[in-house]
């Protein structure tokens, strides 16, 4: 398993939460907050939720609007996501922070380049001749897409996992290298999400990432689980079925 989670740390400081937003980053963990909050309004499976997610769409747009100050905004965005029932079940206090160390960690990546190929590098550190299949979850599903991008010996199975690759405002148009496409070394890509997981912003990435499928290769872009009360939870993503079966299949027939 790659470890790249040391780069969000601050030297230094107990615990793991983030170092201060800065102003490029605030403002994006802004844009990703609301457009989580948008998806959970339109998609979610309840309607409890649903309406949860529009009230507190208004409160931080309105909240947003008198803000003042480098990361005030980002963290109004924050309270506001973390009072989503799939976050708020843990705990609000966890919740609170959770959120905004995910919010750190997506912003942290796509705007500091030291952090973006640390992150590539200790994946692709990982992948030699013997390597079958590469999982990515989350972030680690930007961190790995990337990395694929300019792998140079083929790769038979690629899973995603609850992936914001299909974030259009916040995290497509800043993939690299642009435009988006599927990875020319990978023999077969599988993405799963769960229809409550708002990180997975877009369940199907097919329409987004088909440019460039080598002749003979796979794209299963579609896959959408039930993982339950927590959604985006990386354990209950690997335990289901439509990832067991393309990983056993491969694990099993490729020499």
Known sequence: MAFYGDLFLVPGRQGDEPAPLTDTAAVLAEQLAEEWLERAAARASSAQVQASARRELATMRGEAGVAQGRGVVARVAAKSLAKIRWFASVGFSFAESWVNRSLAQVTAY??????RSAAQSSVHALIGPETKVV?????????????????????PLFITLGSPLGLETIV????????????AAVERWVNVADRDDIVAAEPNLTNLFKEGIPAGAVFEGGYTVDNGAEPHRATFYLEKADVGRPLGHVLSTVA
């Open 110 to 115: 796509l705007t500091d380049d030291t952090i």
């Open 172 to 183: 497509y148009p800043r993939l690299r290298p642009q435009p988006p496409r599927f990875p």
């Open 135 to 155: 999982i990515g979850h989350s972030l680690g599903s930007v961190v790995a897409y990337e990395t694929l991008r300019s792998l140079d010996r083929p790769l």
